[in-house]
């Protein structure tokens, strides 16, 4: 082994000093001496330089065959060694990331851990005192040293990648042929090497970005194509990623997995239903050959079909996706009845179409499938809510509450279902037929609603002081979850607007618009933080102003049926009853099964003087109350 350090040590030497011989004479050559640029690393070169690292791992003595690598990656590089140099970094990588665990590590300056010094570690003897000269070495004050395995990783691979890159072989000539797939095979196993290093560390970010470097060698590579589109999804790329995993399908066209991946960010992440549904279908279309795939394409059919009837407008369009939905969710279910997710939305479904004890019963199916699905015990407590049965909802959204406490968005079930639970069942919309009473006066579930009662008003109160302290909590982690602000953000805005709501339901309107301030400091122009304020000005009296808020949010979101209810109430307390009338048919046409909207266009028929379109529309109101949830169904997330 002395030996072997020995050559390796004389040919970084002898490599140096011709080196430094080519500098110093530059345009006359010394005699005997072959020019760097033209020399290449001949045989017994190469194998002194390999042959004591390559002899310690053999012998399992990962300390010395570690150090000989650190050691030859520290001497300075000649222009003859550079391939040499990519080709060690990257096996040293690999032993570091495959052979060592982290409580193992030890950097190039400190000592290796106890456990590690083997006796034959120990009996080697140090060849520094043979030669007299040493190859020369990188030094300084300020020298990069790694703190753990991957850091060291990742800087040597990330070394290796700019030598890959400058010597990428990228010509298609059939005389290339050869030197282009080594330079691919030599690419494409550094990059795996990255996706390991990076993944572990959770930066896909620089994952897509060191990817986005390799498509030099990507021409027709499925394996770099896939790679790059998965970093682009995990990084959060989603455009991106679609055109990756478009390309992808063009060179699997048979793999089903690929256009289901890409389905999954469209409908999910990017909202892209058209091109979710085109993803889907040609999913479907490979029938048998698509395997266990093919139920999964059913289930992508029946997401895109489902949410494109919650955006239509028009009722028949509505009916129609609906019925497809329906029964691309049923053909899903035939191929797979093992599929929770599937099951689960059979009942949204239903849950949608106001078929709540069916939706019921295909739920408990989903359930025995597994009965700890958090999107299922949420629908679940938004059915009970729909029967009127408040403490089982209570009681299964503190199940899932103690199962996942991590979502946040829980508090704003639990705030709303406690409100709900305690108002009293009668339904004040029979109370708007016989006795005609103001819409203050009709509270329904929902918390933006008024509630006379002192019960309700000290639940409130309760509600929104748990709202204030998961807002406070939401703030105090923003600062240390630095992955996703936008998200955190988004739902630190959401816990603002619901406590102002609770606030203005408790006419508390002082502390109500302090909370609509610090929403606003989130997302100044969200069309939720304008409804807010319209409901602030609303309850305070100034219904030119809530009206011109109202506009304002209608504005950002034309299709919100709660925005035009409110919008059409303020109008009809303004005096201008035609106006509030055609925005009121607009709200139930965008939300048909919305009971408040049913109930306002009633109110207002009513007062001028059409009694028996206005009993028609409380009834409808009367009776989509009775199975409306304190939430829509639509919190639930559909999602392949």
């Not at 899932?400 to 004040?428: C, H, M, V």
Request: glycine residues 4%.
């Amino acid at each position: 082994m002395s030996c072997f350090e020995k050559a390796g040590d004389i040919a970084l030497v002898y490599l140096q000093e011709v080196d430094r011989a080519m500098v110093n004479t530059q345009s006359r050559p010394i005699k005997g001496i072959v020019p760097v640029l033209e020399m290449e690393l001949t045989y017994f070169l190469e194998a002194a330089l390999q042959s004591a690292y390559v002899a310690y791992f053999k012998k399992r003595n990962m300390v010395k065959g570690v150090k000989r690598i650190r050691e030859m990656l520290r001497a300075m590089e000649t222009r003859a060694t550079r391939n040499f140099r990519m080709t060690i970094a990257k096996q040293l990588a690999e032993v570091l990331l495959h052979s060592l665990c982290e409580d193992s590590y030890w950097n190039p300056f400190s000592d290796p851990p106890p456990d590690l010094n083997t006796e034959e570690s120990e009996s080697t003897l140090s060849v520094s005192y043979t030669l007299t000269t040493g190859p020369q070495l990188y030094q300084g004050d300020d020298l990069f040293c790694p703190r753990d395995i991957v850091e060291e990783a990742l800087l040597l691979l990330l070394i290796s990648e700019s030598m890959a890159n400058r010597d990428a072989v990228i010509s298609r000539a059939p005389d290339q042929k050869k030197d282009r797939t080594i330079s691919f095979q030599i690419a494409s196993a550094l990059y795996d090497l990255l996706s390991i290093t990076l993944g572990r560390r959770g930066q896909y970010e620089m994952l897509s970005e060191c990817l986005e470097r390799a498509m030099k060698f990507a021409f027709d590579e499925f394996h770099l194509w896939y790679q790059l589109a998965l970093s682009l999804v995990a990084s959060g790329k989603f455009m991106w990623a679609v055109s990756a995993l478009r390309e992808c399908a063009k060179l699997h066209p048979n793999d089903p997995s690929i256009p289901l991946m890409a389905a999954k960010v469209c409908i999910g992440s990017l909202h892209w239903l058209e091109e979710g549904e085109k993803f889907s279908t040609s999913v479907t279309a490979m029938e048998e050959e698509a395997g266990e795939f093919l139920a999964k394409g059913y289930l992508g059919l029946g997401l895109v079909y489902s949410l494109q009837a919650t955006e239509a407008t028009l009722r028949s369009t509505q009916d129609n996706l609906h019925k497809k939905a329906l029964k691309a969710l049923m053909r899903a279910q035939s191929l797979d009845p093992d599929d929770h997710r599937v099951v689960l939305y059979l009942s949204l479904q239903m849950a949608f179409k106001r078929q709540i004890s069916e939706a019921i019963e295909m739920l408990q199916a989903a359930l025995k499938l597994q009965n700890d699905d958090m999107h299922s015990l949420h629908l679940l407590a938004l059915l009970f809510s729909a029967q009127k049965h408040y403490q089982q909802s209570l009681e299964i959204i503190d199940m899932a509450i103690n199962e996942y406490p991590e979502s946040f968005s829980d508090w704003d079930k639990e705030s709303s279902l406690i409100e709900g639970a305690q108002i009293d069942k009668r339904s004040t919309l029979q109370n708007s037929v016989g006795e005609g009473t103001s819409a203050e006066k009709r509270s329904t579930l929902h918390p933006g609603f008024h509630e006379g009662e002192s019960g309700s008003q000290r639940l409130s109160s309760i509600a929104a002081s748990r709202m204030e302290l998961a807002a406070s909590e939401v703030s105090a982690q923003s600062t240390s979850m630095k992955n996703s602000p936008k998200h955190l953000s988004i739902i630190l805005e959401q816990i603002w607007l619901q406590a102002a709501e609770l606030f203005i339901q408790l006419q508390r309107t002082k502390e109500a618009s302090f909370c609509i301030e610090e929403a606003a400091s989130l997302f100044s122009v969200s069309h939720d933080v304008m409804f807010m304020r319209g409901r602030l000005a609303e309850v305070r009296g100034n219904l030119n102003a809530a009206k011109h808020f109202y506009d304002e949010a209608l504005a950002m979101n034309p299709q919100s049926a709660k925005i035009m209810e409110h919008l059409g109430r303020a109008l009809h307390k303004l005096g201008r009853s035609s106006l509030a009338e055609k925005v009121l048919r607009d709200a139930v046409q965008a939300l048909s099964t919305s009971h408040e909207a049913w109930n306002c266009l009633g109110e207002v028929l009513q007062d001028t003087g059409r009694n028996e379109d206005a009993a028609d529309y409380f009834l409808t109101a009367l009776e989509l109350e009775a199975s409306c949830p304190v939430v829509p169904f639509t919190v639930i997330p559909r999602e392949l």
